[in-house]
């Protein structure tokens, strides 16, 4: 921010990295002593066999850019801005993922050690039910108020990117999925090998595409295509993961209070979007507070009136409502007598 550059940024990338080094390097040294003295090929050639395979699926996931190679190659820079616009990755929906695997990944692998697969099923469900309450509102918000969103951060010089932002949100909800396959093909090391063919495959696909339909069906058809072929991609996973845990269609239970999620979406949506259409003349920012706050209020009225939050849940929000209660009192106490 202060030297405004790229080379800023590449600048701050690399110390950044430097820091995150140092900081693990310290805190291993905590925890372990000095680990570096002793070395155990075995245990290396082990987990080199289950996180190599893993490891280059990830790699090769570097796909969900390749179109933007096609496109600034065939359609020019000034193209590619508005279709790079339209591709913004939304940083909240990565930091949930990341964060949920985080979680997920150890409990499964704990569960799957001593074979509780049916708690594997349920804790599972439990995450596409609270993922959901999130990502489902966000993707209908944006995909209403897109515009409004689009020029209160990047402008209305780049209003163009609209419709490939829509097409490209889809990958929002999608993320459920991947959230819910990643931590269980992770625990079954035995399938460990499925991520890396599934990657390989798509790989070819995507290239197949977009080298032969960039060109003819323009920037909204090559999002398209890759939005297209991560549905595939992530569709095949689920199944898999589906046959993995042996799930049945009673399963489908388990989800119902996706039901709920998508029906307050619906309605706090359809309550923004009427907002919306009466602020027609009203300034970006204005309009996008106003419908949010709108949309915030009934997507949370319509959860409570539909009994999503599970009775274990409202007692801990009022706990921490009560927490927080607590430290503002003490807080404005400390204030009166200073």
């Not at 701050?12 to 430097?18: D, E, R």
Request: charged share 15%; aromatic share 12%; with cysteine.
């Amino acid at each position: 921010m202060w030297f405004s550059s790229v080379w800023a940024l590449i600048y701050a990338a690399i110390i950044h990295g430097l820091l995150q080094t140092i900081v693990l390097t310290l805190y291993l040294r905590s925890r372990f002593g000095a680990f570096w003295r002793s070395f155990k090929w075995p245990l290396m050639r082990k987990q080199l066999a289950y996180s190599l395979p893993l490891g280059i699926a990830a790699i090769i996931g570097v796909q969900s850019d390749l179109d933007n190679y096609f496109v600034s190659n065939r359609f020019g820079a000034t193209a590619y801005a508005i279709y790079a616009i339209g591709c913004f990755q939304l940083p909240l929906v990565t930091i949930l993922s990341d964060t949920v695997g985080s979680v997920m990944i150890p409990r499964v692998s704990y569960l799957q050690k001593f074979g509780r697969t049916r708690e594997i099923i349920e804790l599972t469900a439990k995450m596409v039910r609270k993922l959901s309450a999130i990502y489902f509102p966000l993707f209908l918000f944006l995909l209403l108020l897109g515009r409004e969103f689009i020029t209160v951060l990047f402008t209305s010089r780049y209003l163009a990117s609209y419709p490939i932002f829509a097409i490209n949100l889809i990958l929002v909800p999608l993320a459920i999925l991947t959230s819910g396959c990643d931590p269980i093909m992770r625990a079954y090391a035995e399938h460990r090998y499925f991520p890396l063919k599934t990657r390989v495959a798509v790989l070819v696909v995507l290239v197949a595409t977009l080298w032969l339909g960039t060109k003819h069906l323009g920037m909204v058809g090559t999002i398209s295509i890759v939005i297209a072929v991560n549905l595939i991609e992530r569709v095949v996973t689920s199944i898999k993961v589906g046959h993995i845990l042996g799930l049945t269609r009673k399963d489908i239970l388990l989800l119902k209070d996706v039901g709920k999620v998508v029906f307050a979406t619906a309605i706090a949506g359809a309550a923004a979007e009427m907002t919306r259409s009466y602020l027609s003349d009203t300034k970006p920012l204005v309009v996008l507070s106003v419908c949010g706050a709108v949309f915030s209020l009934l997507y949370v009225a319509g959860l409570l009136m539909l009994r999503f939050p599970t009775q274990r849940e409202r007692n801990s929000i009022r706990g921490q409502m009560v927490q927080m209660r607590r430290k503002h009192w003490k807080r404005t106490a400390a204030e009166a007598d200073y």
